[in-house]
């Protein structure tokens, strides 16, 4: 599940850096190498970059 999308700015010249999305896990996950990150720049539908996720994930449950 997505929770955020994000953009900082650290200096005037940094362009918006780091950019960032945080994700959750609602459920466990054991291999999230089943799991890939796609972005696509500027509504382009050509791929621009891919990240495959690696380890694992588990539930947080806050009382």
Same mark, same amino acid.
Do not use: C
């Given at each position: 599940m997505f929770v $955020?999308? $994000?953009?900082?700015?650290r200096t005037s010249s940094d362009q918006g850096r780091p950019q960032f999305i945080e994700l959750i896990a609602t459920r466990d996950i !054991? !291999? *999230?190498s089943d799991y890939?990150?796609?972005n696509y720049q500027d509504g382009s539908t050509? *791929?621009?970059y891919s990240s495959q996720f690696s380890g694992s994930a588990k539930r947080v449950i806050k009382f």
């Amino acid at each position: 599940m997505f929770v $955020g999308i $994000g953009q900082a700015y650290r200096t005037s010249s940094d362009q918006g850096r780091p950019q960032f999305i945080e994700l959750i896990a609602t459920r466990d996950i !054991d !291999d *999230l190498s089943d799991y890939r990150l796609h972005n696509y720049q500027d509504g382009s539908t050509s *791929l621009s970059y891919s990240s495959q996720f690696s380890g694992s994930a588990k539930r947080v449950i806050k009382f």
